[in-house]
């Protein structure tokens, strides 16, 4: 089986993902799922008998922005009725089938012809069906399997209600929460790090700080004068991969206005 060297970056493959459902039969093939860089895990529908024969099937996913030069290997049908005599015929229908997702109708084996956006589509509905290729029959229950794309680092955080304008009173206590700052990240929030979001604080220090986790700016400071400074331009970074290098960043502005408090000495004017 090849893998392409991009796989590497998945190495538990728990985007294979798989739904299986027999159509008005009465009996129910044994279905194998082969997860492999993991281990063998049977995903057995059956109920009170094992038949001999089965589908086995192999990794079905597929990465999003696949930019080689050759199709994508997705994976394999496999009866168990197939001796590798030809006599067996797959045939995938359902999403993509025949245009993105084309298989060997002998060997079983699916690639993928495209490049794949996750974002725009997270995964695919085929279904499976094996038949003798000379009498037309089937050999197996038709089943519905999923191929999910697998998603790559490949969006950057996003502020979308920045730039922020806000005010805080000026003599806060240190720590006093001034806002909160959201980026969003239209990677796979299941998978990986790859919308893991870390905050921080590129412009505004010592004044303010932002909370790695939450996004919430403080004051940093105690005693923070208006008639001192007014204004501070505060940059926050949002960096995904939960802000390790390599990771994707984008950033906001917060402008922070100080705001009065009576905190000069009241001058009453003398009056009779
Ligand atoms: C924030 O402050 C900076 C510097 O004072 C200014 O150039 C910028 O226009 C302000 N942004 C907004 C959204 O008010
Ligand atoms: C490509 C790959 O890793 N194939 C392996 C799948 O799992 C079986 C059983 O552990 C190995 O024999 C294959 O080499």
């Not at 919308?195 to 412009?203: M, N």
């Amino acid at each position: 089986m090849k893998i392409t060297s991009t796989s590497c970056i998945c190495p538990v493959l728990v985007c294979l993902c798989f739904v299986q459902r027999c159509y008005g039969t009465a009996h129910h093939g044994s279905i194998k799922v082969t997860r492999n860089q993991t281990k063998h895990i049977e995903g057995e529908t059956e109920v009170h008998h094992r038949p001999k024969r089965g589908w086995v099937w192999n990794q079905f996913f597929v990465l999003e922005e696949h930019m080689g030069p050759d199709p994508q290997y997705v994976g394999k049908l496999h009866s168990n009725s197939d001796k590798g005599d030809g006599s067996v015929k797959y045939i995938l229908t359902g999403e993509g089938a025949g245009t993105i997702f084309i298989i060997d109708d002998t060997t079983g084996d699916i690639h993928s012809t495209k490049s794949l956006d996750r974002e725009k589509k997270t995964h695919y509905v085929l279904h499976a069906q094996a038949i003798d290729r000379w009498t037309n029959k089937p050999l197996e229950p038709e089943s519905e399997f999923i191929i999910k794309v697998q998603d790559i680092n490949d969006n950057a955080p996003k502020f979308t209600d920045g730039p922020y304008i806000v005010t805080v009173p000026e003599m806060s206590d240190m720590g006093t929460s001034v806002l909160q700052v959201t980026a969003t990240d239209a990677d796979d929030p299941t998978y990986g790090n790859s919308a893991r979001v870390v905050y921080s604080i590129l412009q505004g220090q010592p004044y303010f700080s932002v909370d790695p986790k939450t996004g919430v700016i403080r004051t940093a400071l105690h005693n923070m004068d208006r008639e001192a400074r007014e204004h501070y331009s505060v940059v926050i970074q949002a960096k995904d991969m939960a802000g390790q290098v390599g990771g994707l960043s984008g950033s906001t502005t917060v402008n922070i206005t100080l705001t009065d408090v009576n905190d000069n000495p009241p001058r009453f004017p003398q009056s009779m």
